[in-house]
């Protein structure tokens, strides 16, 4: 059973990276253009150039496009990372300690799940992929992520 999860682990990455992608440029959207319930759920957008706001939605919708498409993912979901980051400590974390108290939930997920796609990277079905022509690891990339016995 391991081999079989072990094999569709690059599918089951690129889903991930789908969704969290899909739902991040979907995020910055309503914050910028009011659709999909709006900036807080107000409807509203958010004034051009405004800091912190208007720059954190334009990261939202530009870097989860290119994490949903998987083009350029490991630099963009880190982009993501540390604009959510700075989300969580800087608006949220003033208010209480814990996310759940805070209001923080989704900065703080969004943040270590766009860090594990900087680790993880596309995975499958991911542009990067198909720009590359690179379907599988070389056997030298496999050699060199093999663990060294002691």
Not at 16 to 36: I, K, N, P, Q
Not at 61 to 72: C, D, E, I, P, W
Not at 80 to 94: E, I, K, L, R, W
Not at 104 to 113: D, K, N, P, V, Y
């Amino acid at each position: 059973m391991t081999g079989r999860l072990d094999s569709a682990q690059p599918y089951a990455v690129g889903l991930f990276r789908m969704v969290v992608g899909l739902l991040f440029a979907a995020h910055g959207a309503a914050s910028l253009f009011g659709v999909l319930g709006g900036a807080s759920g107000t409807g509203g957008t958010i004034d051009a150039g405004t800091w912190p706001g208007w720059y954190a939605a334009v990261i939202q919708l530009v870097g989860g496009a290119l994490v949903l498409l998987g083009l350029g993912t490991r630099a963009a979901a880190f982009l993501s990372s540390g604009s959510m980051a700075y989300a969580y400590f800087d608006v949220h974390q003033s208010a209480a300690l814990w996310p759940i108290q805070n209001g923080g939930e989704l900065s703080a997920l969004f943040c270590w799940a766009m860090l594990l796609l900087v680790f993880t990277g596309s995975g499958a079905l991911g542009l990067d992929r198909l720009l590359t022509g690179r379907t599988s690891p070389t056997a030298e990339e496999k050699r060199s992520s093999e663990p060294v016995a002691a």
